[in-house]
T-cell receptor, first 115, second 113 residues
Framework: GAVVSQHPSWVICKSGTSVKIECRSL??????MFWYRQFPKQSLMLMAT?????????EQGVEKDKFLINHASLTLSTLTVTSAHPEDSSFYIC???????????FGPGTRLTVL | KQEVTQIPAALSVPEGENLVLNCSFT??????LQWFRQDPGKGLTSLLL?????REQTSGRLNASLDKSSGRSTLYIAASQPGDSATYLC????????????FGTGTRLQVTL
């Protein structure tokens, strides 16, 4: 299967700082990338969908100004958590697809802890 | 709004047992259904993908069935092993917006020696 990486795998930051998480498709062109959030012992919740070169589409209840998503190339999408607060502490997972009805491939996740 | 539920939430079985995990969804207008495995603190590993026109898929000791009209899927694991211990998630994509996945609540499986 296709490989998707995330960096960093974990990050600890102070409240009020911004954190950037990268998602890369290593061996295919990802027309579409997805960002999910997973709280402890809960399932994945889709935050936003991004298509290369376009603005991301955010799910209801997700603040677009707080969670900035950039998908500037076919192999890279970034999620920036701005002015992070302890309630933003979570496991963030990205996935990538070559578009349309094609399968999504998931990254290994990034554990964010905001102190 | 699609809702996906998995039963049981947690399951502990001795090694060697066959077991069944259940997934139900409220909107039968799906494009496909996937089963994933998630180890603690890790990402997702895709196990099986069933298109809406299919009834089942098999991979090794895993067999997944789909009854779209009743909104149900089962994941059958034969001859369970301690290495099967993980959380199992099912997810459905909606027809017409096949790229968006709705995940179930997960079943935490522990296979004991």
């Amino acid at each position: 299967g296709a490989v998707v990486s995330q960096h960093p795998s974990w990050v600890i930051c102070k409240s009020g700082t911004s954190v950037k998480i990268e998602c890369r498709s290593l061996d295919f062109q990802a027309t579409t990338m997805f960002w999910y959030r997973q709280f402890p012992k809960q399932s994945l919740m889709l935050m936003a969908t991004s298509n290369e070169g376009s603005k991301a589409t955010y799910e209801q209840g997700v603040e677009k100004d707080k969670f900035l998503i950039n998908h500037a190339s076919l192999t890279l999408s970034t999620l920036t958590v701005t002015s992070a607060h302890p309630e933003d502490s979570s496991f963030y997972i990205c996935s990538a697809s070559s578009g349309g009805y094609n399968e999504q491939f998931f990254g290994p996740g990034t554990r964010l802890t905001v102190l | 709004k699609q809702e996906v539920t998995q039963i049981p939430a947690a399951l502990s079985v001795p090694e060697g047992e066959n077991l069944v995990l259940n997934c139900s969804f409220t909107d039968s207008a799906i494009y496909n259904l996937q089963w994933f495995r998630q180890d603690p603190g890790k990402g997702l590993t895709s196990l099986l993908l069933i298109q809406s026109s299919q009834r089942e898929q098999t991979s090794g000791r895993l067999n997944a069935s789909l009854d779209k009209s009743s909104g149900r899927s089962t994941l059958y694991i034969a001859a369970s092993q301690p290495g099967d211990s993980a959380t199992y998630l099912c997810a459905v994509s909606r027809a017409g917006t096949a790229s968006k996945l709705t995940f179930g609540t997960g079943t935490r499986l522990q296979v004991t020696l």
